[in-house]
């Protein structure tokens, strides 16, 4: 089966400085990744996604980058703002439909 | 975007009462929906996949037979914690899509607290 899994549990960045999240996956057959943001007490929110046929895609503020060579996706979040605050999920399926396998999560910080 | 409620949104209930969380997609409808739990400061970990019509479909580990799922609709599915004891008080979040082409939306969640 899938699994997911991040490389630091907790991030600390200025305010305005750049974020950087990373997650190793271990299925080489997922074909759609997605990152999520959590605030406490609430359900996850779709931040971006992409597809095995893509290695980069950006949004407004953030970029997910994949490598499949090495199954290592990471979210870029320019000039980091302390609304973005929150617990950061990457996550992985097989189809957008199908059932989504969470990543421990990391927790972001930003100092104002 | 696609909105998915989730009723009540927080509960407290004594051990080995039965509790009720319902899972609503309120402008499309849903065959499958995902129902998922999570630990303080843990990720969501998935329990089930709820499919309209028909069983649920339970992930490894997950006792179908305490945690009862019903999608009696293509509008709503429940989870029904059996006999709630103190573990399992958690936070259980939903899931559905409106089709193949969308992600996943997420309900608010339901903090369960069992006394």
């Known amino acids: 089966g899938e699994s997911v899994g991040l490389h630091l549990p907790t991030l600390s960045v200025q305010e305005g400085d750049n974020s950087i999240i990373n997650c190793a996956y271990s299925?080489?057959?997922?074909?759609?990744f997605i990152w999520y943001k959590q605030e406490s007490g609430k359900g996850p929110q779709f931040i971006i996604d992409?597809?095995?046929?893509?290695d980069k895609r950006q949004g407004q503020r953030v970029t997910v980058l994949l490598n499949k060579t090495v199954k290592h996706l990471s979210l870029q979040i320019a000039a980091t703002q302390p609304g973005d605050s929150a617990v950061y999920f990457c996550?992985?399926?097989?189809?957008?439909?199908?059932?989504?396998?969470f990543g421990p999560g990391t927790s972001l910080s930003v100092i104002p | 975007g696609a909105v998915v409620s989730q009723h009540p949104s927080r509960v407290i209930c004594k051990s080995g009462t039965s509790v009720k969380i319902e899972c609503r997609s309120l402008?499309?409808?849903?065959?499958?929906m995902f129902w998922y739990r999570q630990f303080p400061k843990k990720s969501l970990m998935l329990m089930a996949t709820?499919?309209?019509?028909?069983?649920?479909?339970?992930e490894q580990g997950v006792e179908k037979d305490k945690f009862l799922i019903n999608h009696a609709s293509l509008t709503l599915s429940t989870l029904t914690v059996t006999s709630a004891h103190p573990e399992d008080s958690s936070f259980y979040i939903c899931?559905?899509?409106?089709?193949?082409?969308?992600?996943?939306?997420f309900g608010p969640g339901t903090r369960l607290t069992v006394l």
């Open positions: 899931s559905a899509s409106p089709s193949v082409n969308n992600e996943q939306f």
């Open positions: 299925n080489s057959a997922s074909d759609y």
């Open positions: 992409i597809r095995s046929n893509m």
């Open positions: 996550a992985a399926s097989k189809t957008s439909y199908d059932k989504v396998i």
């Open positions: 402008d499309f409808q849903a065959t499958t």
């Open positions: 709820s499919n309209e019509g028909s069983k649920a479909t339970y």
